[in-house]
C-alpha cells in the first residue's frame, strides 16, 4: 500500500478552524475593553459637567432661599442729651432745733408742721418757774450788794473829812478805799449772775435759728425734754428745696452746677424746673455713684423724702439713631446686626446711650454708615446670608 507523504502547501497555510475561532475571541475581548472604557470616559466627562452645573445651581437656589431682611442704615444726628434718673427730696438746708438749756416740762408748742416761721420766733416754751424765782432772788442780792457798796462810800467819805483833823490815820483811809471798791465790785458780780439767770431763762424757748418752714414736730406738752433729748423741730431753711440725684461717674463727669433739670415727684404731673447747684466732689468707690443735687424752689408737691423723677440737660452730642427693635444683647452685652461681606450677618458690639422719642442713641460701636438689621436678628445667626432690604427713609 503507497501513502502519499507530501503535504500541499495550501494545507499548511490554510486556517484551522480552532485557531480561527480563538482570534476572533481576543478581538472581541479587545472591542468590549474598548467599549467600555470609552463609555467610562464619557459618563466621566458627563458627571463632571454636570456636577459643576449642579453646584452652580445649588448655590444659585440657596441664594434664592436666603431671608429677605429689612435693614437701615442709621446716618450720624444730632441729639441733645438728657440724663434720666430718680432721686429723693429733701430740704436744700434742713435745720434740725433742739433745747440748748437744761431743759424741763414742755408748757406750750406754738407751731406745727408745715407752718412757715420767722427767724428768733419761739417755737416751744419749757417751764421756768424754778428759774423766775432764782432771778428774783438774784435780784434782791443786787439790792444788798448797791446798799453795802453806799455804806463803804459813806463811811470813806467821812474818814477823808478826819483826816485833817488827826482823828484818822493814811492807813485806815486805804482800808476803808478797799472795802468800798470791794462792795462796788461785789454789785457789778450780783449783776452779772443776775445775767446768767436770765439767759438761762431765755434758752428755755425754743426759737428758729432762721426763717423757714417746719418740716416735724417732735415736742408736746407736758413732755420732759433736756440737752439729750436730741431733736424737737426740723426746718428747712427758706423752704428752699432739693432733689438728691445718684449718678454713676460717667453721668457726672457731664454735669456741673447751673445745668437745668426738670422734676416730677411721684405721683404728680407737674414738672418742676430746677438747676444742679452741686455736684459730688467725692465717688462712693463701693457703687462707683456720686449725688448730684438739684436746687428747687419751695411748692407743697415738694414733699422732703419722697421719690421723684429728674431728666438733666447735659448739652448735645451727634451719634447714630437706632430703634429698639434692632439693638439687642445677651450675656456678653448690647449688640446689633450689620449687613457684611457677600451680605453675610456679622454681630458688632455697641455701647448704648440715652433712649430718645427718635431711638436709641449708640455711643459707641457705629459710625453710622452700617447696615443695620432692624427687625430680624433674634432669628439669624452670625455667618448666615441674607437679602437686605432697606428700610425707605432710613440715611
Known amino acids: 500500500m503507497n501513502f502519499d507523504s507530501r503535504i500541499e502547501s495550501g494545507e499548511i497555510s490554510g486556517s484551522n478552524p480552532l485557531l480561527d475561532d480563538g482570534g476572533d475571541r481576543a478581538r472581541r475581548r479587545k472591542l468590549i475593553v474598548g467599549g467600555i472604557a470609552l463609555l467610562l470616559a464619557v459618563a466621566l466627562i458627563w458627571f463632571m459637567m454636570n456636577r459643576g452645573s449642579g ?10 432661599q436666603a431671608p429677605v431682611v429689612t435693614v437701615v442704615a442709621p446716618g450720624r444726628v444730632t441729639v441733645e442729651g438728657a440724663i434720666n434718673v430718680t432721686g429723693t427730696l ?11 438749756g437744761e431743759g424741763g416740762q414742755v408748757v406750750s408748742v406754738l407751731v406745727d408742721a408745715g407752718q412757715w416761721v420767722r427767724q428768733g420766733q419761739v417755737l416751744a416754751v419749757i417751764d421756768r418757774s424754778v428759774q423766775v424765782q432764782q432771778q428774783t432772788s438774784q435780784a434782791a442780792q443786787i439790792q444788798v450788794a448797791r446798799a453795802n457798796a453806799d455804806l463803804a462810800e459813806a463811811n470813806l467819805q467821812r474818814a477823808l473829812k478826819l483826816v485833817d483833823k488827826g482823828f484818822v490815820s493814811t492807813a485806815d483811809i486805804d482800808r476803808l478805799r478797799a ?9 457789778s458780780v450780783a449783776g452779772a449772775q443776775l445775767g446768767v439767770l436770765q439767759a438761762q431763762s431765755r434758752r428755755l424757748n425754743v426759737v428758729a435759728p432762721a426763717a423757714g418752714l417746719v418740716l416735724e414736730r417732735r ?3 407736758g413732755q420732759v425734754v433736756s440737752a439729750g433729748s436730741g431733736v424737737l423741730f426740723r426746718l428747712a431753711k427758706g423752704g428752699e428745696m432739693e432733689l438728691r440725684a445718684l449718678l454713676g461717674e460717667t453721668d457726672l463727669a457731664a454735669l456741673a452746677p447751673g445745668i437745668a433739670a426738670e422734676v416730677v415727684p411721684v405721683g404728680a404731673d ?9 455736684v459730688s466732689p467725692v465717688i462712693d468707690p463701693a457703687t462707683r455713684q456720686g449725688t448730684a443735687r438739684i436746687a428747687l424752689a419751695y411748692a407743697p408737691e415738694l414733699r422732703p423724702g419722697g421719690f421723684a423723677s429728674v431728666t438733666i440737660k447735659s448739652g448735645t452730642m451727634v451719634a447714630p439713631v437706632l430703634p429698639e427693635s434692632a439693638v439687642l444683647s445677651d450675656a456678653q452685652g448690647a449688640f446689633v446686626y450689620i449687613v457684611g461681606k457677600d451680605n453675610k450677618v456679622e454681630r458688632r458690639a455697641v455701647k448704648q446711650g440715652q433712649i430718645t422719642p427718635q ?13 443695620v ?17 432697606i428700610e425707605k427713609g432710613s440715611r
Do not use: C, H
Open 90 to 100: 429733701a430740704a436744700r438746708r434742713e435745720m434740725p432745733v433742739g433745747i440748748a
Open 179 to 187: 472795802q468800798r471798791d470791794s462792795a462796788i465790785a461785789q454789785v
Open 55 to 64: 453646584a452652580a445651581k445649588e448655590a444659585e437656589n440657596k441664594k434664592d
Open 219 to 221: 415736742a408736746e406738752p
Open 270 to 278: 407737674k414738672v418742676f424746673v430746677g438747676q444742679i447747684w452741686q
Open 359 to 371: 431711638g436709641i442713641v449708640i455711643v459707641e460701636g457705629l459710625n453710622g454708615t452700617e447696615q
Open 373 to 389: 438689621v432692624l427687625r430680624a436678628g433674634g432669628f439669624l445667626q452670625p455667618g448666615e446670608e441674607i437679602k437686605p432690604k
